[in-house]
């Protein structure tokens, strides 16, 4: 349509340049052949002229197309290739996602034969508990009540966990936390470990309490780290666990396949089971050095520690309460000693243990006060209901940490008679 109206637009202005040359010829008055032959001349010239910049610009029109289809031809070519590349990084993601889920697999089928190890050694302390003396042979009626209700407990696993801040002085941001366990009664009323160890210790069932914090303690480290947040948890193992010949091996094999658990999952005995290790626990305790677990010493009842003998057990923190070490301060010939340490300055005492590798934890700390004290004692970490109480891990994210089914109660499944 548009060379239609270039065509005709040019032909009119010849007509009229012809029309107006004849015109200018037959009138006569001077005019002559000449002009009229320069008129029809200058109206076809510029005819001509319309047509072929008529053609210019519907040649550079055309050529400006022809770049946006070329520019067009590139884009789809280019939207081809990312769609390739969407289709490769899908297949790459897909079968990373299955070797992920393969691991997971392969973790949870090694934690469950962890656990079921675990059931046959709690079978075991359980069987020993049942076959003890009845409640005649205790000091009471109440600790033989006490008893059945840890028991009670254990078998219907109403075990919970419980998790404590340990901050970073003076900053009092949350560095670690500590693990407790707590146990409930059939009312749902919590039980204090004070209210219960008396009687458990006795019968064996603290390391069965403690192998369950331990099995929690690896799931919410695994939590923790798939949030990637760089957090360590303190949790408490028994002695009785370290020497363990059912439950040890097996940790220690799901621990070797899960080094990278090391730098957050810090192992915790008191002083005095620290001391009174033997060589089968100290061995074991080398062991978990080896793949890089840590240490800590806590209930510590006085500042006297060989600390070679820490450094060589790779015992990294030690905890001390507050108050204890406020009461050993002690100022002698105008110089703040400690009572245990006099020929040093309680201000360099934080500084000798580092010198150690040990890191000094204050605990139990209650209020402001004490704070300003443990500062002025260098120390870099504390622990207390000031900074925040024990709070129980929700039921949602407990669910994920939970032993399978059988952990505790297959076992009592084979003894309906029992308790």
Not at 17 to 38: E, F, P, Q
Not at 57 to 76: N, Q
Not at 191 to 220: H, K, W
Request: with cysteine; net charge negative; charged share 25%.
């Amino acid at each position: 349509m548009r060379k239609i109206t270039v065509a005709l637009l040019s032909a009119a202005y010849l007509c009229l340049a012809l029309t107006g040359a004849l015109l200018l010829w037959r009138s006569g008055g001077g005019w002559g052949a000449g002009v009229a032959g320069l008129m029809g001349g200058l109206g076809l010239a510029f005819a001509l002229h319309n047509l072929i910049e008529r053609n210019i610009e519907r040649a550079r029109l055309d050529g400006e197309v022809g770049a946006v289809r070329e520019a067009h031809l590139i884009l789809v070519e280019q939207l081809e290739a990312i769609q390739t590349q969407l289709r490769s990084l899908s297949e790459v993601m897909h079968d990373d996602a299955e070797r992920r889920s393969e691991e997971l697999t392969g973790e949870m089928r090694m934690l469950e034969d962890l656990v079921q190890r675990l059931s046959e050694s709690l079978d075991e302390r359980l069987a020993n508990v049942q076959a003890a003396p009845g409640p005649a042979s205790h000091k009471s009626q109440q600790s033989a009540a006490l008893l059945d209700t840890v028991r009670q407990a254990l078998a219907e696993n109403r075990v919970d966990l419980y998790l404590q801040p340990v901050v970073s002085l003076p900053q009092r941001r949350t560095v670690f936390y500590e693990s407790f366990s707590r146990l409930r009664d059939e009312t749902g009323r919590i039980m204090m470990p004070a209210e219960y160890l008396t009687v458990a210790e006795p019968e064996g069932l603290v390391s069965a309490i403690d192998n369950l914090l331990l099995f929690r303690c690896a799931q919410i480290v695994r939590r923790l780290a798939r949030q990637d947040r760089k957090v360590g948890i303190f949790c408490n193992i028994a002695l009785g666990s370290l020497s363990d010949e059912t439950f040890f091996p097996q940790f220690l094999d799901f621990l070797s396949s899960n080094k990278d658990m090391a730098g957050s999952l810090i192992f915790e005995l008191g002083q005095s089971a620290f001391k009174q290790r033997g060589a089968t626990e100290a061995r074991n305790m080398a062991k978990l050095a080896d793949l890089g677990f840590r240490f800590s010493l806590d209930k510590v009842t006085d500042l006297d520690f060989d600390f070679q003998d820490l450094s060589r057990a790779d015992v990294k923190f030690v905890k001390v309460a507050a108050d204890l070490l406020l009461q050993q301060l002690d100022e002698v010939d105008g110089r703040l000693t400690l009572k245990s340490l006099r020929d040093i300055q309680a201000s360099d005492f934080a500084a000798m243990t580092r010198r150690f590798g040990v890191e000094l934890i204050a605990e139990k700390i209650e209020t402001e006060r004490q704070v300003v004290d443990v500062l002025d004692l260098d120390l870099a970490y504390g622990q207390g209901h000031l900074f925040g109480e024990p709070r129980a891990i929700r039921e949602q994210v407990l669910a994920e940490a939970e032993p399978p089914a059988d952990f505790i109660r297959s076992p009592l499944r084979r003894r309906a008679a029992g308790w």
